[in-house]
């Protein structure tokens, strides 16, 4: 299939690349030029010096954006008006539901298919291409478009109409974040009780509170005080706040995912735009004067 790329992030660089290993024939863009021009030194891919050159014949589009909003902004800039008829779209960007459905009704007046397909697995998913792929849209438009998210997509998973992807990232990412920081009130509370932390999460890790987070996270990040940068905070309140929107919206009681929301924020703005998502534990270390370590 001929497929344009839009956004060489960093978990969308790995996507692009496995697609066009695949033997897809790619173009991509981004919005950094020299970012694109070193990318596509990897093999025989085209460069556009504008997504309106990118999508125009390609029979699939894939945007992997930070937000819905800058999806659309880029979509408004005469793209689409460039995008052939009978073309589908696969937005991989952690979006918001109600953009995606506005985006959905207007590409759908140019006979354009659109399908929301968040992703879960970070770089090293995408890279191996074993990541997860939520996807919203109809089951017909997903399946003419599998084979491309099937390089790099391990479980391709359809969640159901158009902004479903979207939501079910999004309160997966809730989950996430109250994880991280339930684990990290209680081992700061046992270390301050004088319980060594490797002690805790081996009796969590066999027990009922155990998470991917007691399990993976805090052993191999916080316990050795790594906090490797896989994945901004910034974006997990991003995540988390698009959950907490549609809970509201949906007039669901969500108070623990409305809390969620407020100490990923709290903590985005007091470690700052480049701070990983695990490290949130500092900011309950700092509360409660103990670190896991």
Not at 112 to 117: G, K, S, Y
Request: proline share 4%; aromatic share 4%; glycine share 8%.
């Amino acid at each position: 299939m001929r497929v344009a790329f839009l956004g060489l992030g960093a978990i969308g660089r790995p996507m692009a690349l496995r697609i066009a290993r695949a033997g897809h024939q790619l173009t991509v863009w981004n919005r950094t030029a020299k970012r694109a021009d070193d990318f596509a030194r990897a093999g025989d891919i085209a460069v556009a010096p504008t997504p309106m050159d990118a999508v125009r014949d390609a029979d699939v589009i894939v945007t992997c954006l930070s937000t819905s909003a800058d999806v659309e902004e880029v979509l408004n800039d005469g793209v689409f008006e460039a995008i052939t008829h009978g073309t589908t779209l696969i937005d991989c960007t952690s979006g918001d539901p109600a953009t995606s459905r506005r985006i959905a009704a207007r590409l759908a007046a140019w006979n354009v298919a659109f399908i929301d397909a968040p992703v879960s697995g970070g770089v090293k998913g995408a890279e191996e291409g074993t990541l997860t792929v939520m996807c919203g849209g109809e089951a017909d438009a997903l399946e003419r478009v599998r084979p491309v998210i099937e390089a790099f997509g391990k479980k391709i998973v359809h969640c159901g109409p158009v902004g479903a992807g979207d939501a079910v990232k999004a309160m997966n990412q809730a989950l996430l974040a109250l994880t991280i920081w339930g684990t990290g009130e209680a081992l700061v509370a046992l270390a301050k009780l004088g319980v060594a932390p490797q002690v805790a999460l081996e009796v969590i890790n066999s027990s009922s509170g155990r998470s991917n987070a007691s399990m993976n996270l805090f052993p191999e990040r916080v316990l050795t005080r790594a906090f490797p940068r896989t994945f901004r905070l910034a974006l997990l309140d991003k995540d988390v706040r698009i959950a907490a929107q549609i809970a509201r919206d949906e007039k669901v009681p969500s108070p623990l995912v409305q809390l969620a929301a407020d100490l990923c924020t709290l903590s985005h703005v007091d470690l700052g735009e480049e701070a990983d998502h695990v490290e949130m534990v500092k900011v309950i270390e700092r509360w409660g004067q103990a670190e896991v370590q």
